[in-house]
């Protein structure tokens, strides 16, 4: 039977990164963005795995969706643990995660996985090589993953744990990000709209103006990520009033809550987006600039107006200006990696637009810091250092994915068929400057397109332009 290995080493000590890979957030952790999985069960549903303990993942395969039940076996602490498919698309699959010591801070992790396929109709489908393939896309991201989160709670250890309460998270990046601060010693709460199902949910109606107040008190920060999908649909005369109420009503429900409590948190961060800047076109735009025109532009100047009673009453107030945010599950990349695995990808329009956009990995990082760092204020351009245009970008994609990107799509379509939205949200750019980013001393891991989007997407990333000539 074979068996695949994959060795890094990690900053930290073999029993703390024992400890961390049994998080039960920190699975979340090592998901691979490209294929999600989802726990459906564990058993018992409470407390760190151990020996006899099952997991039951829903995975998406293409079109399918499959259903994999592991338990836990041998677990020596500090040292090793096991896991074992109990059912599931593998005739045989048994994987252990060694951590072997390297002095008192550093260790290498090693994963084994002893697997057989299936006759069929796995077995056919994939064969050994190609599943070795898949393995190895698999676990260098979650070693690389692993390390990044490790060294990233590191730079906090010696502060008090915090209580953060994170609206929106169920979306694109609460998701995620509610995982990586969980896996790293954070209480995190949930702001939920339905009736709570335990101690981590706190009811609000952002609708109707209501929030269990009581329930955010001794909160250390609050982030705010909730609101209706800009990219949903047309913006008709509704859809702009929902997108409005979404956030500005949100934020300012938020704002006035904190600021009547009688434990106010130290900070709180806000999302909001560099369509603040309008259609700047070329010229670059950094903090200072002015709000731009167009709806987008008013709707992010009175969301982040709308946080004023925050910062009237001594809250420390970010505002993460978001760029477009790379994701293998979902938001605008999960959209175009699809149509351009087929070859039928190509520029938006005249395609000069310039793309202001971040790594979701990268983002985390953002708002981590914002919570802990009192230097942080004020609006945060979240975008990486160079922004290319909707060409460029294009062809990047498309090197990632090793397919043809022949096609344009017309302006004009565009226009048609998208409105108000196409005109300021695929027609529009920004070439955004991330100035306080790098006034703060920020660290991008995935600073080059090429290696965000193979990340996300589990590729290789093609070599840099230096390396080829």
């Given at each position: 039977?074979?068996?695949?290995?994959?060795?890094?080493?990690?900053?930290?000590?073999?029993?703390?990164?024992?400890?961390?890979?049994?998080?039960?957030?920190?699975?979340?952790?090592?998901?691979?963005?490209?294929?999600?999985?989802?726990?459906?069960?564990?058993?018992?549903?409470?407390?760190?795995?151990?020996?006899?303990?099952?997991?039951?993942?829903?995975?998406?395969?293409?079109?399918?969706?499959?259903?994999?039940?592991?338990?836990?076996?041998?677990?020596?602490?500090?040292?090793?643990?096991?896991?074992?498919?109990?059912?599931?698309?593998?005739?045989?699959?048994?994987?252990?995660?060694?951590?072997?010591?390297?002095?008192?801070?550093?260790?290498?992790?090693?994963?084994?996985?002893?697997?057989?396929?299936?006759?069929?109709?796995?077995?056919?489908?994939?064969?050994?090589?190609?599943?070795?393939?898949?393995?190895?896309?698999?676990?260098?991201?979650?070693?690389?993953?692993?390390?990044?989160?490790?060294?990233?709670?590191?730079?906090?250890?010696?502060?008090?744990?915090?209580?953060?309460?994170?609206?929106?998270?169920?979306?694109?990046?609460?998701?995620?990000?509610?995982?990586?601060?969980?896996?790293?010693?954070?209480?995190?709460?949930?702001?939920?709209?339905?009736?709570?199902?335990?101690?981590?949910?706190?009811?609000?109606?952002?609708?109707?103006?209501?929030?269990?107040?009581?329930?955010?008190?001794?909160?250390?920060?609050?982030?705010?990520?909730?609101?209706?999908?800009?990219?949903?649909?047309?913006?008709?005369?509704?859809?702009?009033?929902?997108?409005?109420?979404?956030?500005?009503?949100?934020?300012?429900?938020?704002?006035?809550?904190?600021?009547?409590?009688?434990?106010?948190?130290?900070?709180?961060?806000?999302?909001?987006?560099?369509?603040?800047?309008?259609?700047?076109?070329?010229?670059?735009?950094?903090?200072?600039?002015?709000?731009?025109?167009?709806?987008?532009?008013?709707?992010?100047?009175?969301?982040?107006?709308?946080?004023?009673?925050?910062?009237?009453?001594?809250?420390?107030?970010?505002?993460?200006?978001?760029?477009?945010?790379?994701?293998?599950?979902?938001?605008?990349?999960?959209?175009?990696?699809?149509?351009?695995?087929l070859g039928l990808g190509g520029p938006l329009g005249s395609g000069r637009q310039p793309m202001s956009w971040i790594a979701l990995e990268d983002l985390l990082t953002v708002f981590q810091r914002a919570l802990y760092e009192d230097a942080w204020a004020g609006p945060v351009n979240a975008v990486a250092p160079e922004a290319p245009d909707n060409r460029e970008f294009t062809r990047a994609l498309a090197r990632v994915l090793r397919r043809p990107a022949p096609f344009r799509v017309p302006a004009l379509a565009i226009r048609l068929g998208l409105g108000q939205l196409g005109r300021e949200a695929l027609l529009a750019g920004q070439r955004v400057?991330?100035?306080?980013?790098?006034?703060?001393?920020?660290?991008?891991?995935?600073?080059?397109?090429?290696?965000?989007?193979?990340?996300?997407?589990?590729?290789?990333?093609?070599?840099?332009?230096?390396?080829?000539?």
């Amino acid at each position: 039977m074979p068996v695949y290995r994959h060795r890094s080493e990690l900053p930290v000590s073999a029993p703390e990164a024992f400890a961390w890979h049994r998080q039960t957030r920190a699975f979340e952790r090592l998901v691979p963005p490209w294929q999600p999985m989802r726990i459906v069960a564990t058993v018992p549903p409470d407390g760190a795995p151990a020996p006899g303990t099952r997991r039951v993942l829903s995975v998406r395969a293409g079109p399918l969706r499959l259903r994999w039940e592991t338990v836990y076996g041998a677990m020596e602490p500090g040292r090793l643990f096991t896991n074992e498919q109990v059912r599931g698309p593998f005739a045989r699959w048994e994987h252990t995660h060694r951590f072997l010591p390297r002095g008192d801070f550093a260790c290498v992790l090693e994963d084994a996985v002893d697997f057989r396929l299936p006759f069929w109709p796995l077995g056919p489908l994939l064969g050994t090589a190609a599943t070795g393939r898949w393995l190895e896309r698999l676990f260098r991201l979650r070693h690389a993953r692993t390390a990044h989160d490790l060294e990233r709670h590191a730079r906090y250890r010696g502060h008090a744990p915090l209580t953060v309460a994170v609206s929106g998270a169920s979306g694109l990046i609460g998701t995620r990000l509610c995982a990586f601060l969980a896996s790293g010693g954070l209480r995190v709460l949930q702001l939920v709209r339905r009736a709570p199902r335990g101690p981590h949910e706190i009811a609000w109606n952002p609708a109707a103006g209501t929030m269990d107040a009581a329930a955010l008190e001794g909160v250390d920060a609050v982030v705010h990520l909730a609101g209706a999908n800009l990219a949903a649909g047309r913006w008709t005369a509704a859809r702009k009033r929902e997108l409005w109420a979404s956030r500005v009503e949100s934020t300012a429900l938020l704002a006035r809550t904190l600021a009547g409590l009688a434990h106010k948190p130290r900070a709180f961060v806000v999302g909001s987006a560099i369509g603040y800047y309008g259609d700047s076109g070329d010229a670059p735009v950094d903090e200072s600039a002015p709000r731009g025109t167009g709806f987008l532009a008013e709707l992010c100047e009175a969301w982040e107006a709308a946080a004023q009673p925050a910062r009237e009453a001594g809250i420390r107030t970010v505002h993460v200006r978001t760029g477009l945010v790379l994701a293998g599950e979902g938001g605008v990349l999960a959209r175009l990696a699809p149509i351009f695995a087929l070859g039928l990808g190509g520029p938006l329009g005249s395609g000069r637009q310039p793309m202001s956009w971040i790594a979701l990995e990268d983002l985390l990082t953002v708002f981590q810091r914002a919570l802990y760092e009192d230097a942080w204020a004020g609006p945060v351009n979240a975008v990486a250092p160079e922004a290319p245009d909707n060409r460029e970008f294009t062809r990047a994609l498309a090197r990632v994915l090793r397919r043809p990107a022949p096609f344009r799509v017309p302006a004009l379509a565009i226009r048609l068929g998208l409105g108000q939205l196409g005109r300021e949200a695929l027609l529009a750019g920004q070439r955004v400057v991330p100035a306080r980013l790098q006034a703060l001393g920020f660290h991008w891991r995935l600073p080059r397109l090429e290696d965000a989007l193979a990340e996300e997407l589990g590729r290789e990333a093609p070599a840099s332009k230096a390396s080829r000539r």
